[in-house]
């Protein structure tokens, strides 16, 4: 058996760590010739191998073409991932020819992280932890607890007491937790919230009744009811064709006041001129890692507001994310 794994620095723009975690999973099994081709080198799979292409059994192409003449040069081909760089009409050659081609079904190895950076702006959102690490940076304000005027009243700044009780703040636990999704990230988060305590219900049109399941999540089965008691909102399905918009301005404006609004995803899932609209005008709060601008510039009004909490569209590239996504296609080929 000949295992050849080639990967394009295109692939790495991306995906850093995931080509040499994939080498180790196969070095374990034997040998395997790894490639790392410079950047401009634009070769196809065949061109780079030669003659050497006639013996590979097992191919691993990372942003690497397979084009017509790979076809009659890879004769001894039994499995591969060929990534995005081939056409259609070459895959069912292959196929034709019983070669197994392996390709990720679903963006599940980004799942993990994604969901826990959801988890992680949820609890920032509630407790307005970089705020305030912010704040102390150069202020020693945020350490005075005592209230305005310096008379205890109830409902107001107390020890150790800081959360804006205008919005959504404190613990997940007892909160009502809204989220449409029920997918790889959207069940996870769904999962953790219900797990610490919180009333948790998912809407999604495109998944089956396991998913709500594994969440541990009621299912709602409308998403205009869904927003109407959400003290957690969290919209977290992909951004495809069907869900663009699909939480229209409607549901943003119908969300409690005082809201948290997670995003997590993609932000044009959301009518974003109504999320925007109604987090300046001071009535919900956002945890955001998503934008409908990206970048932000730098003078955006979302920027630097004590109801918002911004991070720069990172939370699915973690070195687990790699990882899995390479697990996630070795698993694929033959033992």
Same mark, same amino acid.
């Given at each position: ?12 723009? *991306? ?7 994939? #080498? ?16 401009? /080198? ?9 003659? /050497? ?7 691993? %192409? ?7 003449? =790979? ?9 591969? #991932? ?15 020819? *019983?070669?197994?081609?392996?390709? #990720? ?5 980004? *799942? ?21 690490? &912010? ?8 350490? /005075?607890?005592? +209230? ?5 009243? +109830?409902?107001?700044?107390? #020890? ?15 909160? @009502?937790? @809204? ?30 009744? +396991? =998913?709500? &399941? ?8 409308? $998403? ?30 119908? $969300? ?14 959301? /009518?974003?001129?109504?999320? @925007?609209?109604?987090? $300046? ?21 979302? $920027? ?8 720069? &569209? ?19 080929? %033959?033992?």
């Amino acid at each position: 058996m000949s295992s050849v794994i080639l990967v394009h620095p295109d692939f790495e723009n *991306g995906w850093s760590f995931a080509a040499d975690h994939f #080498h180790s999973l196969w070095a374990a099994q034997g040998p395997v010739r790894f490639e790392r081709l410079t950047h401009d /080198d634009r070769r196809s799979a065949s061109e780079i191998l030669g003659a /050497d292409a006639t013996s590979v059994t097992r191919l691993v %192409l990372l942003s690497v073409p397979f084009g017509p003449a =790979c076809e009659a040069a890879f004769v001894g081909l039994c499995e591969a #991932h060929l990534g995005g760089k081939t056409t259609q009409e070459t895959r069912e050659v292959l196929t034709a020819r *019983g070669v197994r081609l392996y390709s #990720h079904t679903s963006e599940g190895f980004w *799942g993990e992280s994604v969901s826990e950076f959801g988890l992680a702006l949820t609890l920032c959102g509630l407790r307005r932890i970089p705020q305030l690490h &912010h704040r102390i940076l150069t202020d020693l304000t945020p350490w /005075d607890y005592n +209230p305005a005027g310096g008379l205890p009243l +109830p409902g107001t700044r107390c #020890h150790q007491f800081g959360d804006n009780p205008a919005f959504t703040s404190g613990t997940i636990a007892g909160k @009502r937790v @809204r989220i449409v999704g029920a997918g790889n990230i959207a069940s996870r988060y769904a999962s953790f919230c219900q797990f610490m305590g919180a009333d948790v219900a998912a809407w999604d049109p495109f998944a089956t009744e +396991p =998913c709500f &399941h594994r969440a541990g999540s009621r299912r709602e089965r409308h $998403l205009d009811r869904l927003v109407t008691d959400a003290e957690i909102f969290a919209p977290m399905v992909p951004l495809t064709e069907k869900t663009t918009g699909i939480v229209t301005a409607a549901h943003i404006d119908a $969300l409690p006041k005082g809201c948290l609004v997670v995003l997590v995803t993609r932000a044009n899932i959301c /009518d974003m001129g109504a999320v @925007r609209r109604r987090v $300046l005008a001071g009535e919900l709060s956002l945890a955001a890692d998503v934008f409908d601008i990206e970048p932000l510039p730098l003078d955006d009004p979302l $920027l630097g507001r004590d109801n918002v909490v911004h991070t720069p &569209h990172n939370a699915g590239r973690t070195i687990h994310a790699n990882e899995q996504y390479a697990n996630l296609l070795a698993e694929q080929f %033959l033992p």
